[in-house]
């Protein structure tokens, strides 16, 4: 009976053993082990937000010919800005075969429900751009660095209005600010990356916000009370509509934008409600009380309207994302899956209120009028292929703030 029980014994922990050691190698054999495979022809479902903005139309375009390049099939959809029209969008997609699904999101926590069910159809899910927030169900996160675009942004205004050797020490300096869409988790990230810098100089009293909402007490949790709800132009010009009536006949030295189009909402109303400034009086921190002088305006995604009024002065600066390195990172994630191999980033991981997200980042730069040519020059958008030479062309040569 002891023989009996301890030849038992033995089984059960070889056994036993077996479990572990499986269990164990099944760390390092890569992702095929969650039953998450894909193979060359497999369907990748593209998920966009729309088609109205020539960013997504460069992901969406990038993302087909990347993938396909690699002998995937992909089919791509655009939700027109609309979060029951992008988790139809991502049923159909998986109900159509999709093996992975990358989605940009309208509503980083209105799609979850989708993406749920995406993955439990043994879908690979990646958030492109924007992080898809209270779910367990995505896998992982490519972007650009977030709070870079807010940087780059403050930065600008600070060094032409001279804020850090003075500037509106004497004449505090009135700014007008901007959030991104509240639905948008990127968006408190710009705005954090900005405020950070621009803080300090509403501690100081050289910055002043003409509505009276932002103030030194501002906090970056604060930032939905100067959202621009989807990202949408005609809303930025209603809220700057009220910032103008507010400011009255005094100057307006900067306009804090997240987005081009936004941008582009504060200076049609600034035109409509003051057509004597122009963009050929640019702000001038020696000449601060020049009423008619226009406002260093930021900007985001390069946009064609952006490259327009950039060159004519209407706009100072657009943060440009090379939208071609975040389909590379994708394009290459699904590759790795594909050859059995488990994606590592070397970034740390982004929470989305339920797991830590493996998340890669992009590095996003500036254009400015430089000359012809320059790293930072509006000319890039044509070197790394955004558009083309004929396009830049016809921009420069179109009328400012159309």
């Known amino acids: 009976m002891k023989k009996i029980m301890k030849s038992f014994v033995f ?62 099939k992909t089919k791509l959809a655009y939700a027109n800005n609309s979060p029951s029209q992008q988790s139809t969008d991502i049923n159909n997609l998986v109900s159509a075969g999709a093996k992975a699904v990358v989605v940009a999101s309208v509503d980083g926590t209105a799609v ?146 997240p987005y081009d189009a936004i941008s582009l909402g504060a200076m049609k109303s600034i035109k409509n409600a003051r057509p004597e400034m122009s963009p050929s009086i640019p702000f001038d921190s020696k000449n601060p009380t020049n009423a008619s002088a226009w406002p260093i305006i930021t900007g985001q995604d390069g946009m064609d309207i952006a490259i327009t009024n950039i060159y004519h002065g209407a706009q100072a600066q657009t943060v440009f994302k090379d939208t071609s390195l975040l389909s590379d990172q994708t394009r290459d994630l699904l590759v790795d899956i594909l050859e059995g191999k488990t994606p590592k980033s070397d970034k740390k991981p982004m929470n989305n209120g339920k797991k830590d997200v493996p998340t890669w980042l992009m590095n996003s730069d500036e254009l400015v009028k430089n000359p012809k ?26 009328p400012i703030i159309k």
């Not at 044509?382 to 396009?391: A, N, P, R, S």
């Open 112 to 257: 979850g429900p989708a993406v749920k069910q995406a993955k439990d159809n043994g879908a690979t899910v990646i958030a492109y751009d924007r992080l898809i927030m209270n779910t367990e169900s995505v896998d992982f996160y490519v972007t650009f660095e977030l709070e870079r675009t807010g940087i780059l942004e403050a930065q600008t205004i600070i060094d032409r209005l001279d804020l850090k050797n003075g500037g509106g020490k004497d004449t505090p300096y009135n700014i007008a600010l901007f959030a991104g869409s509240d639905d948008d988790n990127n968006a408190p990230y710009f705005f954090k990356g900005a405020w950070d810098l621009l803080q300090p100089y509403f501690e100081s009293g050289q910055l002043v916000d003409p509505s009276g909402i932002v103030t030194k007490d501002f906090t970056t949790k604060d930032w939905k009370k100067i959202s621009v709800h989807a990202w949408d132009q005609s809303q930025a010009q209603k809220q700057m509509d009220a910032i103008m009536t507010k400011l009255g006949d005094k100057p307006l030295a900067a306009v804090l934008s």
């Open 11 to 72: 089984a059960v922990l070889g056994a036993m053993m077996m479990v572990i050691l499986y269990g164990c190698g099944s760390q390092t054999r890569g992702w095929e082990d969650n039953g998450q495979q894909l193979k060359k022809g497999d369907l990748i479902g593209i998920s966009m937000p729309t088609k109205a903005d020539q960013r997504w139309n460069m992901d969406g375009n990038n993302l087909v010919k990347k993938l396909e390049e690699q002998g995937f």
């Open 373 to 398: 040519g320059e790293q930072k020059g509006l000319h890039y958008v044509v070197e790394v292929g955004f558009i083309t030479e004929d396009q830049y062309q016809k921009d420069i040569k179109a």
